[in-house]
């Protein structure tokens, strides 16, 4: 899990910090950094729950200067250990990630002058991969949906939800929020849809995604067909989880297909097109953080499907 430190003067903190600052003053300004850096929310209430333990765990009076590496060890056994409420080996791995942050940054900014997470062992998760749909699978599953679209009674869903989501990589929630307002057609850019959020919490996640042409001329149809009114799906989640059931049983599909296999697939086959990894990020709509995790599974699906 990476994270950017920037540097701030003395005078960028509402009150001094140095190294004979007690820990939770310390903790405080570092919340006040990531808010100002425009950190979302859910990251930085992570960062602090994360840290708010090892205040719980370190003497109250006790120094961010000397709080040393046997310390910050001795607390990470408490978590695995002693503490009485289990914590998972991918917990366990972010509050790791979150001490080294805060103390990289005291360090950095010469609050501290010796790193005592530095030496802290960052211990990795490995966790399943994900289900993704092989190129064959992906051409299968796209020339049944055309049959649906070119059928005696035709229905250009199937086709116009499929295309979306593997060009897009939009989440089930995106595309259900997805206004006939959010899509932009005329563009001197070329076609794209703009994923929005209502919650002012999830601001950062909302973003524009190109569309092709191939489902630019699907969508049209489909707006001749169904002509919905306000959302561009306007069907429950069910019904559109239906619809992918039905496309993967017509195909013969051994996988569930389903939003989040479209999305993995979707990502992997950006990242295999050798787009810049912080495009792709920025495309799924995920923090710096969530990325790290990510980007070692898109490294390995890459790896896996060669």
Not at 21 to 27: D, G, Q, R, S, Y
Not at 61 to 87: M, Q, Y
Request: hydrophobic content about 35%.
């Amino acid at each position: 899990m990476t994270f950017e430190v920037i540097m701030k003067t003395q005078s960028d903190f509402e009150s001094p910090i140095h190294s004979s600052t007690p820990l939770n003053p310390a903790i405080q300004a570092w919340e006040i950094f990531l808010q100002d850096q425009d950190k979302s929310p859910f990251t930085v209430k992570a960062f602090i729950n994360d840290l708010q333990l090892l205040a719980s765990f370190i003497p109250p009076d006790k120094a961010v200067g000397s709080i040393t590496t046997n310390d910050l060890n001795l607390f990470l056994k408490w978590l695995e250990n002693g503490r009485g409420v289990p914590c998972s080996p991918k917990s366990l791995s972010r509050r790791i990630t979150s001490i080294k942050a805060f103390f990289r940054w005291l360090h950095i900014n010469g609050r501290i002058s010796i790193n005592p997470a530095e030496k802290v062992v960052q211990k990795s998760v490995i966790s399943p991969l994900p289900e993704v749909l092989t190129t064959a699978e992906t051409e299968l599953l796209l020339e049944i949906a055309n049959r649906f679209r070119s059928a005696t009674k035709p229905d250009t869903r199937y086709f116009t939800l499929l295309k979306l989501l593997l060009e897009t990589g939009i989440k089930k929630g995106e595309c259900l929020m997805l206004g006939l307002n959010h899509i932009d057609l005329s563009s001197p850019n070329g076609p794209f849809i703009f994923v929005r959020y209502n919650n002012p919490n999830y601001r950062y996640k909302e973003r524009k995604i190109s569309v092709s042409n191939e489902w630019v001329e699907a969508y049209q149809e489909y707006l001749s067909q169904f002509n919905p009114k306000d959302q561009v799906f306007p069907w429950s989640p069910r019904r559109l989880e239906y619809i992918l059931e039905d496309l993967s049983n017509e195909a013969g599909l051994e996988k569930h297909l389903s939003f989040d296999m479209c999305r993995w697939t979707c990502a992997v086959n950006d990242y295999n097109s050798e787009m810049e990894k912080d495009l792709i990020r920025q495309k799924l709509g995920i923090s710096k953080i969530q990325w790290r995790e990510i980007g070692q599974k898109l490294e390995r699906l890459s790896q896996k499907l060669s």
